[in-house]
């Protein structure tokens, strides 16, 4: 057990209820240690003029990981200002911090879908495991299609964790934030702290 960590990649712009669900039940389902929240700067498949700044999403991601046993973070991509690849982080990472460790690599289904336009995708698919999230209201035969061509073409198996469709997304948060809307219940009630005291989204 304590060889096998989850790493969830995102912006976190800001981080809210979903994520930390999302990393609950992948915690439970697949009986890993740890699960790392790493926030991205500059990722390569997202350029947000409106992403705040990465020593503040960072922050938000410490204090959900400081109240939430099964959570820690991963800061290596904050205040890097190249482009991040996530083949290049994640072989930093099996080479340093996670050496003989196995990684489960977390995507939601959409990722997953445009995966093969990652930066050598095939290395990254042959040295982790991949976990996809599916909403298990919604239908996933497209996904599941993506997935049995990736099984079979890198003799691999993606695990799929289902999870209940949460409908919060971190755009419709800062959009709350910026017409004076109350966003209570969709982030953790420390991280709503931190955002009114650094009068952040507004």
């Not at 690849?85 to 099996?94: A, G, R, V």
């Not at 996904?143 to 755009?171: A, G, H, R, W, Y």
Request: hydrophobic share 35%; with cysteine.
């Amino acid at each position: 057990m304590d060889d096998n960590v989850g790493i969830l990649g995102g912006s976190f712009n800001p981080i809210h209820i979903g994520h930390i669900v999302m990393c609950q039940y992948v915690y439970e389902e697949l009986n890993l240690n740890k699960i790392y929240l790493m926030p991205n700067e500059n990722p390569p498949h997202k350029k947000n003029k409106k992403m705040l700044d990465g020593f503040s999403r960072l922050k938000m991601c410490e204090i959900v990981a400081s109240k939430n046993d099964f959570l820690d973070i991963i800061d290596y991509e904050i205040g890097n200002q190249k482009t991040n690849f996530t083949i290049d982080t994640i072989n930093y990472l099996t080479e340093n911090k996670f050496n003989n460790k196995n990684i489960f690599f977390i995507v939601g289904s959409d990722s997953l879908m445009q995966i093969n336009t990652w930066k050598n995708y095939e290395k990254l698919l042959k040295s982790i495991n991949i976990v996809c999230i599916m909403r298990s209201e919604t239908n996933n035969l497209d996904v599941i299609k993506k997935i049995d061509e990736i099984n079979n073409k890198f003799q691999k198996k993606i695990i799929i964790v289902k999870m209940p469709l949460i409908q919060i997304s971190s755009t419709d948060i800062r959009n709350r934030i910026d017409m004076g809307k109350s966003i209570k219940d969709m982030v953790d009630r420390d991280v709503l702290k931190y955002i009114d005291k650094m009068n952040l989204y507004k």
